[in-house]
């Protein structure tokens, strides 16, 4: 494939909005109102002294919600988050922090183990990965007690960030990972790599063609017809192929082929199979544009899979936000449609026009 895989797929993606069909109102009236005395019988959860509950992971087959915060992860009961409850306590080691310290981090906010993944591995255990003080580490849960298997701690670089303010994502498909996180300490290499199985480790160039500045969000798997199975991944990013002064942050759909083994030469233990494409969820008429992707779900399977992003954009002196719906089939003809290439000679980005590559950039590569 060569370098091919660096061209960038630039065609938009359409959101829910149009320019015949919009109504617009920036103070509707909610859909549902609940008043506060009726939350009073909501069932509620909290741990003293724990803080950051920001991973969280549905296990609607045994009714379980699993949480991981900082230096703590809980098993809650579905049904009654308030009961039940199970407690791993998951602490970066008193040298670890000091060592985080002596780097220059803060130890009031940065030098714990933030919980940052935690998915199911197996029928018997999960998998978790946490920021351990900026050297980050990953484990296996055992279901059966809840038990954290700490004397088999893996290496957590390229699975976890190291700061846990990064943007991160990931997911286990048949046991193996695939990350979109920061590499390094400093927090300047941006990877979307896959480790954790029987297959090679595959990863991205630490190149702003592949990726510049990500905020990463979410991650999903998509089942295709004749082993073409892929992972999108979605982020924002600055982006380096707009003709303008500035550069502009975006929001960015990625994808990789699950089956990918790399390249013969230049993109040997690299993605062949990486694109991505401009996420567009705007209002034409009004001239707002939501370039920042906050979150996204993925509803349905396989090819008739729909993407729901939430974005958010500054319009005059006010934040507003936006839920835009994507079909896979419009993702698909996007990056199937026409795209820009860098110019090593100009060092910029320019549409390509020239005869289309065998294989075509992007295309599956695998055993």
Same mark, same amino acid.
């Given at each position: ?22 109504? &617009? ?21 909290? %741990? ?47 040298? %670890?922090?000091?060592?985080? /310290? ?13 919980? $940052? ?113 892929? /992972? ?36 040997? %233990? ?43 954009? $500054? ?9 835009? $719906? ?40 695998? &055993?």
């Amino acid at each position: 494939m060569g370098t091919a895989c660096l061209l960038l797929m630039l065609a938009v993606l359409s959101g829910i909005f149009s320019e015949t069909s919009l109504c &617009l109102n920036w103070d509707p009236v909610p859909r549902k109102t609940i008043l506060f005395n009726n939350l009073k019988d909501i069932k509620s959860f909290s %741990k003293i002294g724990v803080f950051n509950y920001t991973t969280l992971t549905l296990d609607e087959e045994n009714k379980r919600l699993y949480v991981g915060a900082r230096e703590a992860i809980f098993a809650l009961n579905m049904t009654d988050v308030s009961q039940n409850s199970k407690l791993i306590v998951w602490e970066a080691p008193p040298e %670890k922090k000091a060592e985080c /310290i002596q780097k220059g981090k803060n130890n009031q906010s940065e030098c714990f183990n933030y919980i $940052r993944f935690l998915q199911r591995y197996n029928e018997t255990h999960m998998y978790t990965c946490g920021t351990y003080a900026f050297q980050p580490k990953c484990s296996y849960i055992s279901l059966e007690n809840f038990t954290l298997e700490d004397l088999v701690l893996e290496d957590g670089k390229g699975k976890c960030p190291y700061d846990p303010a990064k943007g991160h994502t990931g997911l286990i498909v048949d046991k193996e990972l695939y990350s979109a996180t920061f590499n390094n300490f400093l927090g300047t290499e941006p990877v979307i790599l896959r480790n954790l199985g029987q297959h090679r480790v595959m990863k991205t160039e630490y190149l702003p063609s592949w990726l510049n500045e990500p905020d990463f969000v979410a991650s999903t798997f998509v089942e295709g017809n004749w082993g073409d199975d892929m /992972i999108y991944f979605f982020f924002s990013e600055r982006a380096v192929e707009l003709d303008c002064d500035n550069e502009q942050v975006v929001a960015r759909v990625a994808r990789v082929c699950k089956g990918d083994v790399g390249g013969a030469r230049t993109l040997q %233990k690299k993605w062949t199979s990486f694109l991505k494409a401009r996420l567009l969820c705007s209002i034409p008429h009004q001239h707002v544009h939501f370039n920042k992707v906050q979150a996204v779900f993925a509803l349905g399977s396989g090819q008739e899979t729909i993407f729901f992003g939430i974005f958010q954009a $500054r319009w005059g002196d006010v934040d507003v936000s936006a839920v835009c $719906r994507y079909n896979l089939a419009d993702i698909t003809k996007v990056f199937n449609g026409p795209f820009k290439e860098f110019r090593e000679s100009a060092q910029k980005w320019g549409r390509y026009t020239g005869q289309i590559p065998t294989p075509r950039p992007g295309s599956v590569s695998t &055993l």
